[in-house]
């Protein structure tokens, strides 16, 4: 993630992650809100109680994580 001020941007690795993981392109991501509502949004839509929702969730986390130790 590269970061100026309140602005992001995904770095190409960082966006192919999210889209691969979660199986929706990130878009045009701006800000960090921006990038804490499509987690989120993506977290919601993968919801429910089995293991493979948890380790899915994990994942998005994994990657959210990853952002800010490049940054």
Do not use: H, Q
Request: proline residues 1%; contains cysteine.
């Amino acid at each position: 993630m590269l970061r100026l001020n309140d602005r992001i941007r995904l770095t190409r690795r960082e966006n192919e992650a999210f889209k691969e993981i979660t199986n929706f392109d990130p878009g045009d991501i701006r800000t960090l809100a921006d990038l804490d509502a499509y987690v989120a949004w993506c977290k919601a839509y993968y919801k429910g109680n089995s293991r493979d929702s948890f380790f899915l969730r994990s994942l998005i986390d994994d990657c959210y994580t990853a952002c800010f130790k490049a940054a």
